[in-house]
Antibody
Framework: QVHLQESGPGLVKPSETLSLTCTVS????????WSWIRQPAGKGLEWIGR???????NYNPSLKSRVTMSVDTSKNQFSLKLSSVTAADTAVYYC???????????????WGQGTLVTVSS | QSVLTQPPSASGTPGQRVTISCSGSSSNIGSNYVYWYQQPPGTAPKLLIY???QRPSGVPDRFSGSKSGTSASLAISGLRSEDEADYYCAAWDDSLSAVVFGGGTKLTVL
């Protein structure tokens, strides 16, 4: 069973860059695609984007100009960077796995526990 | 305003059957698979239904999904107290080139 764990600073200052890492255990990082999803307190889920182990990415158009994802297969980790953050980026950030099958868009079978990132000075 | 539309709340008594709707358009539900997620309070979402109507291993057959045109539904039969959670639908949107979620439905077991 795949286990995902997010890590990174819980507090980021406005205008700075949010950086999170997701560590994958219990399976090979090459066996899946990987996504980031966020959820502001009391609100719904928002897809941030996905990355393939080849390095190819797809980002939510609403965040595309500020998002960078990367993967480190040697460490079984993938990462998220979100630049120029504001209070509106305060949310619980989840990493999730996506099966490598046709039509798996929206298919998140394993999730991390989530990490709260607060944007505040 | 979410791309997929869900009722904000639903409720039922133990043993009842409840349904949660998810309305979209031709660019998302109308042309792609629908997924459903269950999120109990304070926890991460969990995959409940994939590819419109398939249940992952371990999900009880009390949960079922369906899709027709640009709408989808999640049905929960034999309602139990532990089903109290937020439920989200999701699909790929061809126009946005993004995964879109419904706004979520809070299910209360009375």
């Amino acid at each position: 069973q795949v286990h995902l764990q997010e890590s990174g600073p819980g507090l980021v200052k406005p205008s700075e860059t949010l950086s999170l890492t997701c560590t994958v255990s219990g399976g090979s990082i090459s066996s899946y695609y990987w996504s980031w999803i966020r959820q502001p307190a009391g609100k719904g889920l928002e897809w941030i984007g996905r990355i393939y182990t080849s390095g190819s990415t797809n980002y939510n158009p609403s965040l595309k100009s500020r998002v960078t994802m990367s993967v480190d297969t040697s460490k079984n980790q993938f990462s998220l960077k979100l630049s120029s953050v504001t209070a509106a980026d305060t949310a619980v950030y989840y990493c999730a796995s996506v099966p490598r099958i046709v039509g798996a868009n929206g298919y998140f079978d394993y999730w991390g526990q989530g990490t709260l990132v607060t944007v505040s000075s | 305003q979410s791309v997929l539309t869900q009722p904000p709340s639903a409720s039922g008594t133990p043993g009842q059957r409840v349904t949660i709707s998810c309305s979209g358009s031709s660019s998302n539900i109308g042309s792609n698979y629908v997924y459903w997620y269950q999120q109990p309070p304070g926890t991460a979402p969990k995959l409940l239904i994939y590819r419109n109507n398939q249940r992952p291993s371990g999900v009880p057959d009390r949960f079922s999904g369906s899709k027709s045109g640009t709408s989808a539904s999640l049905a929960i039969s034999g309602l139990r107290s532990e089903d109290e959670a937020d439920y989200y639908c999701a699909a790929w949107d061809d126009s946005l080139s993004a995964v879109v979620f419904g706004g979520g439905t809070k299910l209360t077991v009375l």
